[in-house]
């Protein structure tokens, strides 16, 4: 990856919709090349989407938790059918195994009380698990979704040109 591809990426994480015409003109590059850029970062799997983000709370989503999972059973089919169910389940926004005193550590984003209570009881319904801990976001201070594109290790080291 050179700096005119961390330049690409910069620029489309700050906005996914900005045209391959200002691209090009924002990286010097004509729109063939910088075009051809972006689908080898995609195919290489830097690029792996194109979203939208959206305010949360003007969608009625003003309650976030964070939930920590503990099990006493660390079987393949116990974490293939935890992983599935899991994943299944739309409010949860993100999903880690974990090291540590955790097992797992889950993001999830609700209406309000009432719904999370819905949902912490359908977890626990679903998969037997040895601890549910649950953290409540009093306000969110900081959310970004842009990457700090890492440059290269070595100063004076040539770098590779598509």
């Not at 994943?87 to 195994?97: A, C, L, T």
Request: charged content about 25%; glycine content about 4%; some cysteine.
């Amino acid at each position: 990856m050179d700096a005119i591809d961390r330049k690409l990426l910069t620029l489309l994480q700050a906005d996914a919709s900005i045209s391959i015409a200002e691209l090009a003109n924002q990286v010097n590059l004509s729109q063939t090349p910088c075009w051809k850029r972006i689908q080898r970062l995609e195919k290489d799997g830097v690029i792996t989407g194109r979203v939208a983000i959206l305010s949360p709370e003007k969608l009625g989503l003003g309650l976030t938790v964070f939930v920590s999972v503990e099990t006493s059973d660390h079987s393949k089919p116990w974490l293939e059918n935890f992983a599935t169910v899991v994943s299944g389940m739309p409010e949860v926004m993100d999903f880690y195994r974990m090291a540590g005193d955790v097992d797992y550590m889950l993001r999830v984003v609700v209406a309000d009380m009432s719904a999370y209570d819905s949902f912490y009881k359908r977890l626990i319904a679903a998969v037997p698990l040895k601890n549910v801990t649950s953290r409540f976001a009093m306000e969110r201070i900081k959310a970004i979704t842009a990457y700090e594109i890492p440059q290269p290790e070595q100063a004076g080291r040539k770098e590779r040109t598509p």
